[in-house]
């Protein structure tokens, strides 16, 4: 009897002592639920991430469409087009602009766009693409530390790094003959990445078709379709969504999110939404994805309608 208590508390050390690990990845001290936390399919790196990307004038992109979509933001002087025909295959772009260190990430599932600072504190990390999901949201790691960054939740979950933020800059997603007409000098990201890859298809064209989700989160909100598209705000404690299809084509529309008036505008001829602030004209980060996941991320999210907007 001793001796099968002896084993039953050298088990239980043991168990104590072992560290929970995922694809490689330690989940000892992840801040959201372990089991949550899934494979999405292919292993850590099997989507390649991009470090030292090639860029080009706009009038050599010719490998793009007018109406082909991109991630377009601004830094100082300088604009960048990310086209998702080549996002779709990599998910992560390490990059500089302006002298700033940035990542643009672009997660297929939740069709949610997120350029962020890769300057954390007084490190410059550098960011891959994990193979785990969390909320069906691509989950990135740095290469320094190898911690767990959720790109929709904007910071570590895992990891040396857990706890530590993410700052984020104001990014579209929009046409290429839009992004090009309004930023002429950009430069955009080229199909030469060094992969092989079919960047003239789009592997997800299927999954944004349907209806269904592939790794359906937990919660469900059944306010809206789960695939409808939102552009989400948080300001403060407050956070909004504002289904696209609401929003009147080349007009805007004033709220007021975390005491600020907020001004809301959709795009005439396509479904790109930006937020500016109405007292100082700055834009303001907000992220266009499906409903689902904003929901997911943003429980006590409040959804706009045409009826609640300020005067």
């Known amino acids: 009897m001793r001796m099968i208590s002896r084993f039953l508390v050298s088990v239980a050390l043991l168990a104590a002592l072992a560290v929970p690990a995922l694809a490689g990845f330690s989940l000892q001290n992840s801040t959201v639920p372990r089991d949550e936390i899934l494979s999405g399919g292919p292993p850590k790196d099997g989507i390649p991430a991009l470090l030292e990307p090639t860029l080009l004038a706009a009038a050599e992109a010719t490998f793009l469409d007018d109406d082909d979509v991109v991630v377009g933001f601004q830094s100082g002087g300088e604009a960048r087009a990310y086209p998702l025909r080549v996002l779709n295959w990599h998910e992560v772009v390490n990059d500089t602009v302006d002298d700033e260190p940035v990542a643009v990430t672009w997660c297929p599932l939740t069709a949610s766009a997120v350029v962020f600072h890769r300057r954390v504190g007084e490190d410059v990390l550098t960011f891959g693409v994990s193979g ?148 100082t004209g700055a834009l303001v980060d907000g992220t266009a994805m499906y409903w689902f996941a904003w929901s997911a991320f943003h429980p006590d999210t409040r959804v706009w309608t045409p009826q609640t907007s300020a005067p």
Do not use: C
């Open 132 to 279: 785990l999901l969390y909320q069906s949201n691509v989950l990135v790691y740095d290469h320094q530390s190898e911690s767990l960054w959720s790109q929709l939740g904007r910071g570590a979950i895992a990891g040396d790094q857990v706890g530590r933020r993410l700052t984020t800059l104001p990014a579209e997603t929009t046409t290429w003959g839009a992004w090009r007409k309004a930023h002429p000098k950009t430069r955009v990201l080229s199909d030469q990445t060094g992969h092989r890859r079919n960047y003239a298809g789009d592997p997800y064209a299927g999954y944004h078709a349907s209806t269904g989700l592939m790794f359906p989160p937990k919660r469900h909100d059944a306010r809206l379709m789960d695939k409808q598209k939102v552009f989400g705000l948080t300001i403060g404690d407050d956070s909004v969504a504002y289904p696209v299809a609401h929003l009147p084509k080349g007009d805007s529309t004033t709220d007021d999110v975390g005491g600020r008036a907020i001004r809301i505008s959709r795009a005439p001829d396509t479904d790109t939404v930006r937020a500016v602030d109405h007292a």
